[in-house]
């Protein structure tokens, strides 16, 4: 099982671009996310989806957008990127039920200039 | 509003010292509570967390509701055990909130 995968790792963007990181998951997890990582702010959600069809925001979401046409991929959209947006970007899947423990991916580390 | 704390960034201690990595979170219902680690060059993954009142790695957490704290403590720390680690609150099934983490530095 490859379990959450991200691509791509690295990214460098100019302000103004747009980009798509993708996130895909074999697990048939319900529950897939995007979180953002920033030095002492920990890790902060994005945007999130409970199923296909279904997106939802998070704590920080200007800027992003998501959809999730399928179980197993959830791609987060930066429409047009800004210096603000350097961070390091973590998808994350769980079953969504109960209590269920979430799997993240790798990470990619975008940076916009 | 959902809050986890972690007041400490970085936190060192040598090689079989104890070790309590503090975590306070504010909200108002039933949260389930977590620790994530994430080892040099690894993902992030699950530590432990407090429905299953497990110990992982030596490692326990206690969840206090009347301080609203869900420290991580283990007796004896171990140079492996050097990482970042983030407290987190689930609540609704779905919504995580991290803390902002904290790393821990095991000395020789």
């Known amino acids: 099982n490859a379990g959450v995968t991200q691509t791509p790792k690295f990214q460098v963007l100019k302000t103004g671009q747009s980009m798509t990181l993708q996130c895909a998951q074999d697990?048939?997890?319900?529950?897939m996310s995007w979180y953002r990582q920033d030095p002492g702010m920990g890790l902060r959600l994005i945007h999130y989806?409970?199923?296909?069809?279904?997106?939802d925001q998070g704590e920080v979401p200007n800027g992003y957008n998501v959809s999730r046409s399928t179980t197993e991929d959830f791609p987060l959209r930066l429409l047009s990127a800004a210096p603000s947006q350097t961070s390091v970007y973590f998808c994350a899947s769980s079953f969504g039920t109960g209590y269920s423990p979430l799997h993240f991916g790798n990470g990619t580390r975008l940076t916009v200039t | 509003a959902q809050r986890v704390t972690q007041p400490e960034k970085l936190l060192s201690v040598f090689k079989g010292a104890p070790v309590e990595l503090k975590c306070n979170y504010s909200y108002s219902g039933s949260p389930e509570l977590f620790w994530y680690v994430q080892y040099s060059r690894q993902r992030l993954q699950l530590l432990l967390r407090h429905i299953s009142r497990e110990s992982i790695k030596g490692f326990t957490a206690d969840l206090n509701k009347g301080e609203t704290s869900f420290h991580l403590k283990k007796p004896f720390a171990q140079e492996e055990d050097s990482a970042m680690y983030y407290c987190a609150l689930s609540y609704n099934f779905n919504k995580f909130y991290f803390g902002s983490g904290t790393k821990l530095n095991v000395k020789p």
């Open positions: 989806s409970v199923g296909a069809g279904i997106t």
């Open positions: 697990m048939n997890h319900e529950y």
